[in-house]
């Protein structure tokens, strides 16, 4: 895969839980780049957190604003780039995916309850967390894989385990 154009070193996508803001930071860290969250991005944006976007304004006005987001930072950044779990279910997104190294970072069910499910900053997630992420991931993982480049299931990995794999992908495919 090659990079057609400037932009992200790598963009990481997954569901919630996948570790996708905490591996980006450290890899940045390691790849001496700067960091990017799209989600913080929406944030700095409009003034108010993902929750209350989604709260005051709904779902739909939040992936518009996601999608946005995505599109400036794919553009403009050129270190470690995290995107929202829901990015992909944009068309524009993925095609916009297609250009850059895209690192799908996959966690399981049980894991991904784990994870995800002590944050009750995850509007999508509120209530029957099990349920709910697993409804998510059935219908995202084929989109994840459509943009992906390389996949690291996280289940069994930590934080750091899954950087050092993720540095290992970026320096075998220098694109």
Same mark, same amino acid.
């Given at each position: 895969?090659?990079?057609?154009?400037?932009?992200?070193?790598?963009?990481?996508?997954?569901?919630?839980?996948?570790?996708?803001?905490?591996?980006?930071?450290?890899?940045?860290?390691?790849?001496?780049?700067?960091?990017?969250?799209?989600? %913080?991005?929406?944030?700095?944006?409009?003034?108010?957190?993902?929750?209350?976007?989604?709260?005051?304004?709904?779902?739909?006005?939040?992936?518009?604003?996601?999608?946005?987001?995505?599109?400036?930072?794919?553009?403009?950044?050129?270190?470690?780039?995290?995107?929202?779990?829901?990015?992909?279910?944009?068309?524009?997104?993925?095609?916009?995916?297609?250009?850059?190294?895209?690192?799908?970072l996959d966690v399981g069910l049980?894991?991904?309850?784990?994870?995800?499910?002590?944050?009750?900053?995850?509007?999508?997630?509120?209530?029957?967390?099990?349920?709910?992420?697993?409804?998510?991931?059935? %219908?995202?993982?084929?989109?994840?894989?459509?943009?992906?480049?390389?996949?690291?299931?996280?289940?069994?990995?930590?934080?750091?385990?899954?950087?050092?794999?993720?540095?290992?992908?970026?320096?075998?495919?220098?694109?």
């Amino acid at each position: 895969m090659t990079t057609t154009r400037p932009g992200p070193v790598v963009v990481l996508v997954g569901p919630p839980g996948a570790g996708k803001s905490t591996v980006a930071r450290r890899l940045s860290e390691r790849l001496g780049v700067g960091f990017r969250d799209t989600d %913080h991005d929406i944030e700095q944006h409009v003034g108010t957190s993902v929750q209350d976007v989604f709260v005051d304004h709904g779902e739909a006005h939040f992936r518009t604003l996601e999608e946005q987001a995505v599109a400036r930072a794919l553009d403009e950044h050129e270190g470690v780039l995290a995107l929202g779990g829901g990015a992909v279910l944009s068309e524009a997104t993925r095609e916009l995916l297609k250009r850059h190294r895209v690192v799908f970072l996959d966690v399981g069910l049980a894991a991904g309850v784990k994870r995800a499910g002590v944050n009750g900053n995850r509007p999508l997630l509120l209530g029957n967390v099990r349920g709910r992420l697993k409804a998510l991931m059935d %219908h995202r993982r084929p989109l994840y894989e459509e943009v992906a480049t390389y996949t690291i299931v996280t289940d069994t990995l930590d934080a750091a385990a899954v950087t050092d794999r993720a540095l290992q992908l970026i320096q075998e495919d220098p694109a």
